[in-house]
């Protein structure tokens, strides 16, 4: 087997179960959910600890999110171009934006540390966040969802059978990246996430194959 294909294999396979398990990691540590600007802070600085490593993790899943889409995309290419690259496209958007969101997020968590001046952030953040974060936060969603839809529809809808990665593999990242937080999500992950680590070398081999020429196994 070619050790660049099994790389990229393995590199998928890490990530398709790295970016679900960060982001259970953020659900389970995050505090709960505040009714106010004050009151959020507040639940930031008496659980500074977990909220911390709950933004972080958060922060972290985007870029095994963005591999992992890469990675299904590059799958999917040959026999659905157009979804491959369009959901790629659209889920590097959405983790790109999700990062920005927890940049946020840690920029908060000093706030929240800081309770002598917490009156002061309090009016800072009820005075609305800038458009160019709101923007960048509202694509990290819609890119995320857009881009998974795509990616899960060029997976099914294509039958990529022993040649690709199984048909299973676009609804794999689907749960991975939505629904691990579930029993149902993680059960069915834990089946789904073999299929990048079975599927033959040759599709991940594929662009090299175009411009050197066919590859010998190894």
Same mark, same amino acid.
């Given at each position: 087997?070619?050790?660049? %294909?099994?790389?990229r294999?393995?590199a #998928?396979?890490?990530s398709l179960?790295?970016? /679900?398990? #960060?982001s259970?990691?953020w659900v *389970?540590?995050?505090p709960?959910a505040?009714t106010?600007t004050?009151?959020?802070?507040?639940?930031l600085?008496a659980?500074?600890?977990?909220? =911390?490593? %709950?933004a972080?993790?958060?922060?972290?899943?985007?870029? /095994?999110f963005?591999?992992?889409?890469l990675?299904? !995309?590059?799958?999917?290419s040959?026999?659905?171009p157009?979804?491959a690259a369009?959901?790629?496209?659209?889920? *590097?958007?959405?983790?790109?934006?999700?990062?920005?969101l927890g940049?946020?997020?840690? *920029?908060?968590l000093?706030?929240a %540390?800081? =309770?002598?001046?917490?009156? &002061?952030y &309090?009016?800072?953040?009820?005075?609305?966040?800038?458009? $160019?974060?709101? %923007?960048?936060?509202?694509?990290?969603?819609?890119?995320?969802v857009?881009?998974?839809i795509?990616?899960?529809?060029?997976?099914c809808?294509?039958?990529?059978?022993?040649?690709?990665? $199984?048909?299973?593999?676009?609804?794999?990242? @689907?749960?991975?990246s939505?629904?691990a =937080?579930s /029993?149902?999500?993680?059960a069915?992950?834990?089946?789904?996430?073999? !299929? $990048?680590r079975? !599927? $033959?070398?040759? /599709? @991940?081999?594929?662009?090299?194959?175009?411009?050197?020429?066919p590859a !010998?196994r190894?």
């Amino acid at each position: 087997m070619n050790p660049t %294909a099994q790389f990229r294999r393995l590199a #998928l396979a890490a990530s398709l179960i790295l970016a /679900p398990a #960060l982001s259970v990691l953020w659900v *389970v540590l995050q505090p709960p959910a505040p009714t106010s600007t004050a009151e959020g802070l507040g639940n930031l600085s008496a659980n500074l600890a977990n909220s =911390t490593l %709950a933004a972080f993790a958060f922060t972290l899943s985007q870029l /095994p999110f963005i591999l992992a889409a890469l990675g299904v !995309s590059h799958v999917i290419s040959r026999r659905a171009p157009v979804l491959a690259a369009l959901g790629a496209g659209f889920a *590097v958007l959405g983790g790109f934006g999700h990062a920005v969101l927890g940049g946020a997020q840690l *920029v908060q968590l000093g706030m929240a %540390a800081d =309770t002598s001046h917490r009156a &002061v952030y &309090v009016g800072l953040l009820d005075g609305g966040m800038p458009w $160019p974060l709101n %923007a960048l936060m509202l694509g990290g969603t819609l890119g995320t969802v857009l881009g998974i839809i795509l990616m899960a529809a060029g997976s099914c809808v294509r039958r990529l059978g022993r040649d690709g990665c $199984p048909t299973h593999c676009g609804l794999s990242f @689907w749960l991975n990246s939505q629904v691990a =937080t579930s /029993p149902l999500g993680r059960a069915l992950h834990q089946g789904c996430c073999t !299929s $990048p680590r079975s !599927s $033959p070398w040759q /599709p @991940w081999f594929g662009a090299l194959q175009q411009v050197c020429g066919p590859a !010998s196994r190894v």
